[in-house]
């Protein structure tokens, strides 16, 4: 079986540990966000590609859910003695050296297709992964500048974009978004094999990623909708939202800066049944199954929190018996 998978960071990551557990023998394609991207000290940062790979490949910090195991901070607190900053992210020593062989490699011409497969050289995550582009797009967002004290805001105020790392790990979400924009998307072209690997796929999957910034901002790269929308495949998703809310992170902030409700259902029609036609809900929004199927969708509900990875492993196993069902 030939899965593609359209994933963001953590959750992402995660649902691919149990869906390998799922569908051990299956052939899995993941095409990465890479909207999250940042240039930090010279260097190309790429977290939700770098989540995926560390997850899969038994380096990621399992706590945190993102960065190393066993990670230390010297680098960055020699870069702050220095007055360097931002002191926000933190990147870990270990971490450090995955951005630096990659801003190498990518300063020597290699696009960043070929870096990722190289850097899964060692990881072995045990999956195809892909970026989304070798194209730069880094996704902001619009907010008051009263919101956050900017003193060049006035009297009258007014709105700045700001990259959405500062806004999801400076500020932590904590200020309403006014609009979710991934600047360059619309000048990209998928990476190579990105579109092939749908064309040859026998489901897509997406996860319970952010609908917005993760698997919107892969499906804003021209081709990809409508690759998957003509793939005359079945195309199933996982709800984020369990009972109106997001099961980590803060995907409502964003949620609300596109218009749509923090819901099960909301995010199902977001999504439409132009491009899915299987919706996995939480047992705790059973109710929503009814609309969601007069939308187009065929859903069902089953237990989505991901507590470990055998957890993941069921949930991963329900999608593809929900693409099962759509398929026949």
Known sequence: MRIVVLAGGIGGARFLRGLKSAAPDADITVIGNTGDDIH???????????????????????EQGWGRAGESFTVKEELAAYGVGPEWFGLGDRDFATHIV??????????????TEALCDRWKPGVRLLPMTDDRVETHVLIDTADIGDPAAGEGGGRKAVHFQEYWVRLRASVPAHAVVPVGADQSKPAPGVLEAIAEADVVLFPPSNPVVSIGTI??????????????VPVVGLSPIVGDAPVRGMADKVLAAVGVEATATAVAEHYGSGLLDG???DTVDAAAVPRI??????????PLMMTDVEAAARM????LTLAEEVRA
């Open 219 to 232: 499906l804003a790269v021209p081709g990809v909708r409508e690759a998957i929308a003509d793939a005359g």
């Open 316 to 319: 991963a196993a329900e999608a």
């Open 279 to 281: 919706w996995l809900v």
């Open 102 to 115: 990659r801003s190498q490699m990518m300063s020597a011409g290699y696009p960043l297709s070929t870096v």
């Open 40 to 62: 930090l000290f010279g260097l190309k940062v790429c977290p939700d590609l770098d989540t995926v790979m560390y997850t899969l490949g038994g380096g990621i910090n399992e």
């Open 293 to 302: 199927d007069t939308a187009g969708i065929r859903s069902k509900a089953v």
